[in-house]
């Protein structure tokens, strides 16, 4: 599913203009968007939950010279699903 579908699906099931899909969906992104740019966490009771993780400094190697390099500290999103989900993607 990518935004397109997703908002055909959210327009039929709530019943409203392709245009209000939109930006009730745009809004939905940024807001979560927004928080984890906060290095806030968002949870969704029944969905799952983004979590910001931090990837410490370390020493890496440049695979083509071998020479060692430093690599900076980073932060990246996982998501981590609800319970339910879990269970229902393992039926």
Do not use: H, W
């Not at 599913?1 to 992104?29: C, H, P, W």
């Not at 695979?63 to 993607?89: A, Q, Y």
């Amino acid at each position: 599913m990518n935004k397109k579908d997703l908002i055909q699906y959210v327009s039929e099931v709530a019943g409203v203009k392709k245009t209000d899909a939109t930006k009730a969906i745009d809004a939905v992104f940024r807001g979560i968007e927004g928080s984890l740019l906060n290095k806030e966490d968002c949870q969704f009771l029944g969905f799952g939950s983004f979590k910001i993780r931090k990837r410490a400094a370390r020493t890496g190697r440049n695979p083509r010279t071998g020479e060692t390099l430093k690599i900076k500290e980073s932060f990246s999103v996982g998501f981590i699903p609800s319970k339910n989900l879990k269970e229902g993607l393992n039926k």
